[in-house]
T-cell receptor, first 118, second 114 residues
Framework: AQTVTQSQPEMSVQEAETVTLSCTYDTSESDYYLFWYKQPPSRQMILVIR??????QNATENRFSVNFQKAAKSFSLKISDSQLGDAAMYFCAYRSNNYGGATNKLIFGTGTLLAVQP | NAGVTQTPKFRILKIGQSMTLQCAQD?????MYWYRQDPGMGLKLIYYSVGAGITDKGEVPNGYNVSRSTTEDFPLRLELAAPSQTSVYFC?????????????FGAGTRLSVL
């Protein structure tokens, strides 16, 4: 079974600085997606960025980028120029790319709570 | 754009009571999911549906039931509520195709069973 591990329960960053959140996963599959979701105090789950395992190029969305190391099964999130609105719980998630049924479920890590200091 | 709508946002139940958590989506997504999030944890799948009339169990289905009579709606039923069901419940939907198949989440329902 696949697992996702986030080893940093809490992180803190100064406004305008850069922070990296860690995520490792375990799977025997070769075809999958990885995601980072943001959960602010409102509880809404917001997709931040996604990465397909077959793509070697690391995904980037504005100030958010990932470092995807497939062999090491590592998927870290880098937030550049941190803003107060980035403060939230961040979840790493895995999804198999096999079509259909419960294989479409997301497997979540336990989250990293990010605080942004002004 | 409504997306995925969950009601109610908060609810307190007494042990043994029953209730239905409502979920509706207006994106014409065939796949719908129910997750629960316990304190300090990630989300775990309770039930999912691949289309109207088709549902199946996820990782933690005990104590819950679902139905899917329409594409839009996917209610979650709690029978005989127990303190272990105190959690935040999220509904999500997605389009069933290979590839990204992004799941869109509702705002959640916070449930306390006392």
């Amino acid at each position: 079974a696949q697992t996702v591990t986030q080893s940093q329960p809490e992180m803190s960053v100064q406004e305008a600085e850069t922070v990296t959140l860690s995520c490792t996963y375990d799977t025997s599959e070769s075809d999958y997606y990885l995601f980072w979701y943001k959960q602010p105090p409102s509880r809404q789950m917001i997709l931040v960025i996604r990465q397909e395992a077959y793509k070697q190029q690391n995904a980037t969305e504005n100030r958010f980028s990932v470092n995807f190391q497939k062999a090491a099964k590592s998927f870290s999130l880098k937030i550049s120029d941190s803003q107060l609105g980035d403060a939230a719980m961040y979840f790493c998630a895995y999804r198999s790319n096999n079509y259909g049924g419960a294989t479409n479920k997301l497997i979540f890590g336990t989250g990293t709570l990010l605080a942004v200091q002004p | 754009n409504a997306g995925v709508t969950q009601t109610p946002k908060f609810r307190i139940l007494k042990i043994g009571q029953s209730m239905t958590l409502q979920c509706a989506q207006d994106m014409n997504h065939n796949y719908m999911y129910w997750y629960r999030q316990d304190p300090g944890m990630g989300l775990k799948l309770i039930y999912y549906s691949v289309g109207a009339g088709i549902t199946d169990k996820g990782e933690v289905p005990n104590g819950y039931n679902v139905s899917r009579s329409t594409t839009e709606d996917f209610p979650l039923r709690l029978e005989l509520a127990a303190p272990s069901q105190t959690s935040v419940y999220f509904c999500a939907s997605s389009y069933p195709a290979r590839g990204e198949n992004i799941q869109y989440f509702g705002a959640g329902t916070r449930l306390s069973v006392l």
